[in-house]
């Protein structure tokens, strides 16, 4: 059988450690970890420099009054210079995609007026 003082010793031993291990938790509880000077700056400046290229984001890429009273608008494409051109002029002058007139389309408003 095991001495009952042995178990005795054991378990004063066993309360030794856990107050030991008990103080030891209770310092690094109370250790404040103060960032460093440079790091807080380092943060606000990063901070600060995040909110304004959201702000220049959202300022660069916000329509303008003037596009959104121009998209209410009809647009139609017509030829200015007509006079004076020749086809390949026409043709390779830039021209915007959206609401084109085709050739079928103008042959029909043609023939709709006569």
Do not use: W
């Amino acid at each position: 059988m095991i001495d009952k003082e042995l178990i005795h010793q054991a378990a004063e031993d066993i309360d030794i450690f856990e107050a030991d291990l008990t103080e030891e938790y209770d310092r690094l509880c109370e250790q404040e970890r103060k960032p460093s000077p440079v790091i807080i700056a380092l943060r606000t400046v990063s901070t600060i420099a995040a909110v304004l290229l959201i702000g220049l984001f959202f300022f660069v890429n916000a329509p303008s009054p003037a596009a959104q009273l121009n998209k209410n608008d009809a647009h139609h494409n017509y030829i200015s210079n007509l006079s004076g051109s020749t086809l390949k002029d026409i043709y390779t002058r830039p021209q915007r995609q959206d609401n084109l007139i085709s050739y079928n389309q103008l042959r029909k408003l043609c023939y709709e007026n006569k």
